[in-house]
């Protein structure tokens, strides 16, 4: 993930790459409580890597919730963040008078 700025970072979704207004890579894990009887604190593990990217394009798209692309993040600094298969699960289009109009898309990692 960049850990500069923003600015000249793209992502590419099958091939096409799409102008990006903003974007958010997300990786969390579910707790997974191993804690015993005999222990004084709780204790746990990570679950499961959950992953999502969000973005925003200035404009409308033409995916669809529930389709499967190949998905890339290519940070402006030179690392980048990659689903080999994502599926698109949420798509939010918006706009107000006298601005543009943007499409937000969630997708997360597809099997």
Do not use: C
């Amino acid at each position: 993930m960049a850990d500069v700025g923003f600015n000249g970072s793209t992502v590419t979704f099958n091939g096409a790459q799409i102008p990006l207004r903003d974007i958010d890579v997300s990786h969390d894990a579910a707790k997974v409580d191993i804690t015993g009887a005999g222990d004084a604190v709780k204790t746990f593990l990570a679950g499961q890597k959950d992953s999502t990217i969000t973005f925003t394009v200035v404009g409308t798209t033409d995916l669809v919730v529930g389709g499967t692309y190949a998905i890339t993040v290519a940070w402006n600094d030179g690392e980048s963040d990659a689903f080999t298969t994502g599926v698109v699960t949420g798509l939010s289009t918006s706009g107000s008078l006298d601005g543009e109009v943007t499409t937000s898309i969630t997708v997360v990692p597809a099997s």
